[in-house]
């Protein structure tokens, strides 16, 4: 690799590079440190204003489990991809019109043939508030292979409410 590769605006030949820093005049090591600047400011970028967020941040990261929610005339449909957990390891709550899904997850590996050993807690948790009423006595949830699927019928009295509007032209 050359260090034109590390110069951002090298690798689009169609971008011009800024007057201070032509062919004749550019230091590889200051075009180095700007790219690695570069590097790290993509890398933090998703992480909120600074490092400090990372105390605040959920073991398994702010958008874990991936959920997928879906809703129809009759039901809410939530789709959780929790892989790696049991049905043991997750506890789902419904209180005032929020669906709360919280887990953690264990992991211990030993090996005494090489003394190595390597341990690992995470929690997470995901509150998805629900617009409309649902009939607590007949949610569903379901669990198989690392997909947990929650059905929540809503109440007779949501789907009342429901009004179509017509579209005219």
């Known amino acids: 690799m050359s260090v034109r590769d590390l110069i951002p605006w090298a690798r689009n030949s169609s971008e011009q590079a800024p007057a201070h820093f032509r062919d004749s005049d550019r230091d590889p090591f200051l075009s ?78 030993e090996d005494k043939n090489r003394r190595f050993s390597e341990r690992y807690y995470g929690r997470f948790e995901r509150r998805i508030p629900l617009d409309v009423e649902v009939e607590e006595d007949t949610v569903d949830a379901r669990f198989k292979n690392g997909v947990l699927t929650v059905s929540l019928p809503k109440s007779e009295k949501s789907k009342s409410q429901i009004k179509r509007i017509a579209i005219k032209s």
Do not use: C, M, Y
């Not at 180095?32 to 990372?54: A, I, K, P, Q, T």
């Not at 789709?79 to 953690?104: H, M, S």
């Open 32 to 109: 180095l440190h700007r790219e690695v600047n570069r590097l790290f400011d993509d890398v933090f970028r998703g992480f909120g204003s600074g490092l400090s967020s990372f105390s605040r941040a959920p073991a398994f990261g702010g958008g874990w489990p991936s959920v997928e929610i879906s809703d129809d005339e009759r039901q809410i449909k939530v789709t959780a991809e929790i892989p790696g957990l049991e049905e043991k390891d997750i506890e789902l709550l419904l209180n005032d019109g929020v669906l709360t899904l919280r887990g953690e997850k264990h992991s211990e590996t």
